[in-house]
Nanobody, 126 residues
Framework: QVHVVESGGGLVQAGDSLRLSCAAS????????MGWFRQAPGKEREFVAG????????YYADSVKGRFAISRDNAKNTVYLQMNSLKPEDTAVYYC???????????????????WGQGTQVTVSS
């Protein structure tokens, strides 16, 4: 079973940047599709960004395209989410997720992911 732990959340002002980390154990991130999701109070969990197991493909929700970037460090077995130009509407708990199905094509639905972290809070003040 793959275990992932998110970190790096915090309270920032609009326009600031944050980098979230997702450290994995029990599996290698380069073997899986990796995704970032977020859930704001009273809203459903939504897809934010994903990276294919090969690392060759990244994909983003329209709401974050051009502002957020997903990356990984294979040596550290860690996936990152660089968030720039943050907006108050980016406030949410951010989750890292693992999809074991390497045949999946740009998985963006929560049910496609097998393992989840506990989440890290990101709060953006206006």
């Amino acid at each position: 079973q793959v275990h992932v732990v998110e970190s790096g959340g915090g309270l920032v002002q609009a326009g600031d940047s944050l980098r979230l980390s997702c450290a994995a154990s029990g599996g290698t991130v380069s073997n899986y599709h990796m995704g970032w999701f977020r859930q704001a109070p009273g809203k459903e969990r939504e897809f934010v960004a994903g990276m294919s197991w090969s690392g060759l493909r990244t994909y983003y929700a329209d709401s974050v395209k051009g502002r957020f970037a997903i990356s990984r460090d294979n040596a550290k077995n860690t996936v990152y989410l660089q968030m720039n130009s943050l907006k108050p509407e980016d406030t949410a708990v951010y989750y890292c997720a693992v999809d074991r199905n390497r045949m999946a094509v740009t998985p963006t639905a929560s049910h496609e992911y097998d393992y989840w972290g506990q989440g890290t809070q990101v709060t953006v003040s206006s």
